[in-house]
């Protein structure tokens, strides 16, 4: 019998990658590319959607050549995506009208100020289980029709399409199907989280039309058959990146947790059948869904810039030339020399949500060199987690035991310590070291049978690494202080216009 596999097209902030995995799990073949980020104005973020697209076209034959198999042998693709990220497109040409709307752009910060006091605002953050921020995608989808002329009225006619993501790719893979996920859909501010489909009452809040709004479907299901890219092959399953992690990890037991490391970092709480308000700064969302079966939620934290943070450290201060480098550079000192970092480039996510905060560095002073900044830069992506624990601990009623990492800056053995240290539990991350295309590829497989069950993919996992808490907790307290200290130093920079 010919040996099948499953494919994950894992679409990421900095770059779009195509994944084969096997039977068991393993990675078979990865091809990569990145693509441009454009910065047009402070705190806006932007990306070409079409070169993404062009790249999925690119990258796809790499992969099966790479791995050594023909198409017959893809059991299925999954997808998954960077979540809020905005595109709207012209429902003939397929043509985007404008660049996407990056999940880390602020652009919409004094249209949120405005729509949190526009009558209703309570009720659609009641409905979408989110808070009205500058984050999600709803907001952004707003400002494009408001500052594209002629947008808001074509889209009326029905001329004009919005996805995140996962929905433009589908509808290039596909030829012109029009659909997202329930976990890409939680992260608009327009889907009812009670009935799973959009809210007409948030739709007349935020005046889009129904017409430019995606089909919303399970997570795991078979979504159509490409025509492109793969042809022939079924398209099984589609996840934000961050749920396809979770997924990945096999967190499908309430109070299994999972962070991902990467550009941002995102720390999600399994939450069963139970979707958990928080007063604590956390994001109730839709962790998944497998057709035929209830949804599962989840509690998360959200950290807009950490691996991004070591990127700016090595783009725009040049003080290294590759990323792995901070770590040797973070090294040639013993602890930060009381230099602190807090990257709010995009405001404070998780469990502050203050859109007006931006970065500061306290407690400069001569002695400090860039040994002192890179540790200060991998001290602030653990001081940060703490933070999102803290809240979840409280909110959830549970206490982290461990938690379960993965991403590219677990390669780092001094942050994942320092995070083990800060957090005051072990640190574990998998054999498997790419979750979130993992995670795409273990749902589509699941939608097609190629795996029977949830149970099979658990045990197909295998812990990697581990890492023990050693930090003295006097210490750990003392300098939680002065990281909260230092957090507070980022208030209330922006103010509305």
């Known amino acids: 019998m010919t040996e099948r596999y499953v494919v994950a097209i894992d679409q990421g902030t900095t770059s779009t990658r195509c994944i084969v995995f096997d039977r068991r799990g393993q990675l078979v073949s990865l091809a990569q590319q990145e693509h441009k980020q454009y910065f047009p104005k402070p705190g806006w973020v932007e990306h070409d959607a ?63 100020h405005r729509l949190l006091e526009t009558p209703g605002a309570a009720e659609v953050q009641d409905r979408s289980a989110l808070p009205l921020a500058t984050y999600f995608s709803g907001p952004r989808l707003r400002w494009m029709l408001d500052h594209t002329p002629g947008l808001q009225e074509r889209a009326e006619r029905g001329e004009i399409l919005f996805g995140t993501m996962e929905t433009w790719l589908i509808w290039n893979l596909t030829g012109g199907l029009h659909v997202t996920d329930v976990t890409n859909a939680s992260r608009t501010n327009l889907l009812d989280v009670h009935t799973l489909d959009w809210s007409p009452e948030s739709l007349d809040f935020f005046g889009i039309p129904r017409a430019m709004l995606p089909e919303v479907r399970p997570s795991v299901s078979v979504l159509g058959t490409a025509s492109a890219a793969f042809p022939g092959v079924r398209i099984g399953a589609a996840l934000g990146d961050q749920q396809a992690a979770l997924f990945g990890q096999t967190c499908f037991t309430p109070g299994e947790a999972k962070c991902t490391y990467g550009t941002g970092s995102f ?25 035929g079966e209830p949804a599962q939620f989840a509690l998360e934290g959200s950290i807009a810039i950490t ?7 090595r783009d725009q201060l040049e003080l290294i030339t590759t990323a792995p480098e901070i770590e040797t550079l973070a090294r040639t000192v013993s ?31 001569s002695y400090i060199t860039k040994g002192h900044l890179a540790r200060a830069v991998l001290e602030a992506t653990a001081w940060q ?25 677990t390669a780092d053995n001094l942050l994942m310590q320092y995070v083990a240290d800060v957090l005051d539990v072990p640190v574990v991350r998998p054999l498997a070291a790419e979750t979130v295309s993992l995670g795409a590829a273990y749902a589509a497989g699941l939608a097609v049978g190629h795996w029977p069950d949830l149970e099979d993919l658990r045990r197909n996992w ?24 230092a957090v507070e130093r980022t208030f209330d920079w922006i103010q509305p216009a």
């Open 50 to 112: 079409a070169e993404i697209w062009r790249n999925v076209e690119r990258l796809a034959p790499q992969a099966l050549r790479r791995a050594g198999i023909t198409l017959d042998q893809v059991a299925a693709v999954g997808i998954a995506n960077q979540r809020e990220t905005t595109v709207v497109w012209d429902r003939r040409t397929g043509v985007p009208v404008g660049r996407a709307l990056v999940w880390q752009d602020t652009r919409t910060d004094s249209l949120v």
């Open 267 to 291: 720390l999600l709480l399994n939450t069963g059948t139970d979707l958990i308000r928080s007063d604590n700064g956390l994001l109730s969302t839709v962790a998944y869904q497998i057709e």
């Open 307 to 313: 691996g991004s943070l070591v990127q700016w450290f």
């Open 335 to 365: 602890d930060n020399g009381g230099c602190y970092i807090v990257p709010a480039f995009s405001g404070l996510y998780a469990p502050h949500w203050r859109s007006e905060a931006r970065g500061v560095i306290v407690g400069l002073t």
């Open 385 to 409: 987690t703490r933070e999102v624990v803290d809240a979840m601990n409280a909110n959830s009623g549970l206490t982290l035991k461990t938690l379960k990492v993965d991403g590219g800056m």
């Open 462 to 485: 295998h812990r990697a690494a581990q890492w023990l808490p050693a930090m003295d907790p006097k210490l750990r307290e003392s300098e939680y202080g002065n990281w909260r200290r």
